[in-house]
C-alpha cells in the first residue's frame, strides 16, 4: 500500500517553456543512469517533478543514501522522501505518520496538499484540514505553524495515486547535463579545474576534459590522479570521457626554443591548441579552464589575452573571480580536494622558468612561436592522445 519514493524537484528547467519537456527528459534519463546500482523500481516524470519508484522492502539508510546521491546531480533544486498511496483520506493519514517518521526532529508542521485532478472529491484546503488535525492527534506536543513550520507535509494527489513526503533535501541547483552543448575542458590535478568543470557541468554543459601529463619526462602519477578526479565528477555525471595527452618531451623541446620568460605561456598556447583540436571532434563549442585572476604568473590579464589568442574558441573560465578559499571549500564539498592535494609532477612545473613573463607582449609570443614546428606537432600530439572513456 506504501511504496517508498523519492521527488526531484526542479526549477529552471520548469521555466524553459517550450523546451520543457526536452529538458525533463534528460534529467530523468541522466538520473536513470545514476542511480542504476540502487534499488529503483522506474524513474518517471508526474506533474512537474520526476519520480522515482523504489524496491519494495528497501530500508530507509539505502533510501536516504538514494536521495542525497540525487540531490547531487544537476538540474535537482530539491529532494523530496516519502510515500506512493492509493488516494483514501485513511491512508493519507498512515502516510503522513511514515512520512514523518523519516524526517527527524521537529517542532511545527504544516500540511500542504496539492490536487492535480479535480476528480478526487476533497479540496486541497480540507485535506490540509483533516490530515492536519489528525496529526495534531497523533503528535500533540508538535504546533502546526503555516510560517516557516520545521516541517511541511506533503500530500499531492496526482492522476490515480497520491504521494506524501515530509523530508526534503536541498540539491545543488543549475540545469541537467546535455542541455547546454559540449565543452572542453582543461583539467590538471590541481584543486582548481575540477571545480571549474562541476561549475560548467552544473551549467547544463557536457564536459569532456583533456589531462597534458609530463610523461615521458615525468611519472604518470598525475594521471592517476586525475583518473580518480574522474570518477568523482562522473558519479553525478559531470564528465564524458577524459583525453589523456603525453606532453613532456613538446615541454622539453619549447624550453630549449623559447626564450625561458616566454615557456610557460609557450606550453598553454600548445595546450589550448591540442584542446581545440580535441573539442573540434566531438563538437565542443569552448574549452574550459580553472583559473582565476592573478592567481599565478600566467594568471595575469596580458597571459589570459595572449593564451586566449591561440585558438578561436570561447574559453570559459569559470573561477575567474573567485578566491582560493572559495575554490578550496567548493573542492571540499564536490570531493575532489583530498585527491588534488596529492603531490603529483605537473607538467607545468616541468621546465619550469625562474623568471615568468607576467605581462607577455603578443607581439614577442608570436614571434618565438615561429621556431616551433606547430604544424607537425599537433597532429602527432592528437594521434599519441590516449582515452579514458566515462559513458553518461
Ligand atoms: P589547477 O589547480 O586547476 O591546476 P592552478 O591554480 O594550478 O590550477 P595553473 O597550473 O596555472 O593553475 O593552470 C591553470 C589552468 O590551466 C588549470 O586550471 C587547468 O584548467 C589548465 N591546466 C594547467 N595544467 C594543466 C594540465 N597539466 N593539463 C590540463 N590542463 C591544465
Ligand atoms: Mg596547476
Known sequence: MFQRICLAHYHEIGLKGHNRASFEMRLLK??????????????KRISGRICIYIKEGTDYALACDLANQVSKVPGVVRVSSGYKCTRELEVFYKAAVLAIEDAGEFLSFKVQARRNHTDFPIDSMEINRLVGAHLCDVYPDKKVQMKDPDLTVAVEVVQSSAYVYARSIVGIGGLPVGASGRVMCLLSSGIDSPVALWRIARRGATCSAVHFSGRPQTSSTSEFLVADIARVLQETGCIKRVYVVPFGDYQREIAALVPPELRVIMYRRLMFKVAEALAHRE??????????????????????????EAVSMPVFRPLIGTDKQEIIKEAKQLGTFDISSQDAPDCCTLFMPRNPETHARLHDVLEAEEKLPLADWIPEILAATELLNFHV
Open 30 to 43: 541522466n538520473l536513470e543512469q545514476l542511480l542504476r546500482d540502487f534499488p529503483v523500481v522506474t524513474i
Open 283 to 308: 563538437r565542443g563549442r569552448a574549452l574550459v579552464t580553472g583559473e582565476s585572476l592573478g592567481q599565478v604568473a600566467s594568471q595575469t590579464l596580458d597571459n589570459i589575452a595572449a593564451t586566449d
